[in-house]
C-alpha cells in the first residue's frame, strides 16, 4: 500500500531571545604614521592658538559665580551693546549673502573693463588694518563727506563697518564653486524651457549653498568681533552705538575682567550656535539636493 505523505509546511524560523543586533560600518583608520604625527602636532598647534585662549574666556568668566556673570550681562549699557551686535551682524550677514553670491557670480560669468580692478578692490578689506578703513569710512561718512552723508556716531555707521570688513568673505568663499561647475547641466535646462530664475534656482544654486553657508559663518564671526574701524566713525555712544567689542574694552579699562570675559565668552557662544546651525542647514540642503 502506498503512502502519500503530506507536503511538509515551512516553519517560521525560531525567534531567539537575544537578537543579534546588526552592525554599523566599522570604521577604520587610515592613518600612517607620519600622518599620525602631523595630525598630533597640528591639534597641538591648534589648542595652544584657539582652544586654551577661549577656555581660558570662558573660565575667567565664571571665576566670580554666576551672580557677577549675570550681573555684567543684565547692565543695560552691556546688554544694549550685545544686543545691536548681533542685530546688526544679522542683518549684514543677510546682505552679504545676495550681494557677495551676485559679486561672484559677475566676476565669474562675465567679462567687463576695469574686472581686474574689482578683483583687488574686493580684497582690501582683509589687507588694510582695520583703524585704516574706519578713517577711509569716516572720510567719505563723516561731517566732512564729499558725499554729503554725515553717517558718523549713528548705528548707520556701526552697518557700514561690518559692510566694510565682512564683504569679501561670501565673495571668496562662493567664487570658487562657481568657477568649478560645469554649465551643461544649466545649458540644458534652458534648452526645455527653463527661465534663467528657474535655472539659478534649481539647479546652481543647491551647489552654492554650502559655500554660501560658510561665508555667511564668517561674516557674522567677523562682524560680532569687529573693533577697529568702529572707534572713529561710530563715536562708541553708549546705549546707542556702542558694539560688544567695545563694552569689552570699557570693562578692561575699568579693571573688570570678569565682565570683560562675561561679554566675550556670549560672543563666542553666538558665534558658534550661528556657525553649527549654518551647517546643518548647509548639510541638509546638500542631503535632499542629492
Do not use: C
Request: glycine content about 8%; overall charge neutral; hydrophobic content about 55%.
Amino acid at each position: 500500500m502506498t503512502e502519500v505523505l503530506a507536503p511538509t509546511q515551512e516553519r517560521a524560523p525560531r525567534r531567539s531571545g537575544n537578537p543579534r543586533r546588526r552592525r554599523g560600518p566599522v570604521f577604520t583608520s587610515t592613518l600612517t604614521r607620519s600622518s599620525g604625527i602631523g595630525l598630533g602636532l597640528a591639534l597641538i598647534w591648534f589648542s595652544l592658538l584657539v582652544l586654551l585662549p577661549l577656555t581660558a574666556v570662558l573660565v575667567k568668566a565664571a571665576e566670580g559665580g554666576w551672580g557677577a556673570y549675570w550681573a555684567a550681562l543684565r547692565d543695560p549699557q552691556t546688554a544694549a551693546a550685545i544686543g545691536l551686535t548681533v542685530v546688526v551682524a544679522l542683518i549684514i550677514t543677510a546682505i552679504n549673502v545676495v550681494i557677495g553670491t551676485l559679486i561672484a557670480w559677475v566676476l565669474v560669468r562675465d567679462n567687463f573693463p576695469g574686472k581686474r580692478i574689482l578683483e583687488i578692490v574686493i580684497d582690501l578689506p582683509f589687507a588694510l588694518p582695520t583703524i585704516v578703513a574706519g578713517l577711509v569710512l569716516l572720510s567719505l561718512y563723516g561731517p566732512q563727506s564729499p558725499l554729503g552723508l554725515n553717517w558718523a556716531n549713528t548705528r548707520m555707521a556701526v552697518a557700514l563697518a561690518f559692510l566694510f570688513v565682512t564683504l569679501p568673505f561670501v565673495v571668496r568663499t562662493v567664487q570658487p564653486v562657481l568657477l568649478e561647475l560645469e554649465p551643461e547641466a544649466e545649458e540644458a535646462a534652458a534648452s526645455l524651457g527653463a527661465g534663467p530664475l528657474t535655472v539659478f534656482g534649481r539647479i546652481v544654486l543647491p551647489s552654492l549653498v554650502p559655500a554660501i553657508t560658510s561665508g555667511a559663518a564668517m561674516s557674522f564671526a567677523r562682524a560680532l568681533s569687529e573693533f577697529g574701524s568702529l572707534v572713529l566713525l561710530s563715536g562708541n555712544l553708549p546705549m546707542h552705538t556702542e558694539v560688544a567689542a567695545v563694552r569689552i574694552l570699557g570693562y578692561i579699562e575699568g579693571d573688570n575682567l570678569h565682565g570683560a570675559a562675561a561679554v566675550a565668552s556670549v560672543l563666542l557662544l553666538v558665534a558658534l550656535a550661528a556657525i553649527v546651525l549654518l551647517d546643518i542647514f548647509s548639510r541638509r540642503i546638500t542631503r535632499d539636493v542629492d
